[in-house]
């Protein structure tokens, strides 16, 4: 979160955890995210307060009023102007603006690909969340890195330097029996996405390459996907965007996977934070 104060000053909040709607329900949606601001900005100080707010799962337009109106309810500014977004679409126009024409490539714990073509049109595929899809993504990277070293202990795969991290994780993690590992697997205390950075750690890891260039070519058929439903109509410009997509190595597996013919940008958090302050100071004018 990067809040802009009314003498120019702008302060970033980090803060680890769940924010979604659809993952905590809207009212402790807007509990944490009122918590959030009220640690930045006392409403005894700024009467009025200016909210954009880019949500991963925001894609229902009426949750997204539901919430916007909770908010606006519980508010104790005295103007409350709010405007909640889904991630990819706010990312989308960040990217582009109203007018461009391009394809976003997003990889963080998730994955999607958004890509608007030279009439406005907004065409969106992937993004089916990490039990139904997210190929290419963290979670993903992390999961096949797991799936690699249970391959490995059953001799199926040779082990390797990604082995050995994996390894040297688990142990981190749970200690060295691996009952236990399934045990915080499936309750969720670990999550697949803590194994993901290992892949860019393992060097010339045969297995990490592999694992590499398949997710590469997941994130890559999307674009290539969209290119073909919509007829050439979008700009031949690919935005990677998350901590994943924009990570140098997989930034070269994505480029060896598109070849040639496209034109390769990065948006940057920063920038989509920058977006979202200009967005938001306009709200309520």
């Not at 990490?208 to 058929?221: F, Q, T």
Request: aromatic share 8%; glycine share 12%; charged share 25%.
């Amino acid at each position: 979160m990067c809040i802009s104060f009314s003498g120019g000053k702008q302060t970033r909040y980090e803060r680890s955890g769940s924010w979604k709607y659809t993952d905590i329900g809207i009212e402790r949606s807007v509990s944490n995210m009122l918590q959030l601001i009220f640690d930045a900005a006392s409403p005894d100080v700024y009467d009025v307060l200016r909210v954009v707010i880019s949500m991963s799962g925001a894609s229902d337009e009426i949750r997204n009023r539901e919430f916007e109106t909770e908010f606006t309810h519980r508010s104790p500014f005295r103007q409350t102007h709010i405007h909640l977004e889904g991630d990819s679409l706010f990312s989308l126009r960040a990217a582009y603006g109203s007018h461009g024409s391009g394809f976003l490539m997003i990889a963080g714990t998730g994955s999607v690909v958004v890509a608007a073509d030279r009439t406005g049109r907004v065409v969106k595929r992937g993004g089916w969340g990490r039990m139904l899809g997210d190929d290419g993504s963290g979670y993903w990277l992390g999961l096949e890195s797991l799936r690699h070293y249970t391959k490995a202990i059953d001799g199926a795969e040779r082990t390797g330097r990604l082995f050995e991290l994996v390894r040297e994780q688990i142990r981190s993690l749970v200690g060295s029996d691996f009952a236990d590992l399934r045990l915080a697997l499936y309750s969720g205390k670990v999550s697949p996405a803590q194994f993901g950075r290992l892949i860019f750690e393992a060097g010339d890891d045969p297995a990490a390459d592999e694992i590499l260039r398949n997710g590469a070519k997941h994130l890559v058929d999307l674009v290539r996907l969209i290119e073909r439903e919509t007829g050439g109509s979008i700009d031949r410009i690919v935005t990677r965007h998350g901590s994943v997509a924009c990570s140098p190595i997989y930034s070269a597996a994505i480029a060896r996977e598109l070849g040639d013919g496209f034109e390769l940008r990065t948006l940057h958090t920063d920038d989509v934070l920058g977006f979202a302050l200009t967005e938001a100071a306009q709200l309520g004018r």
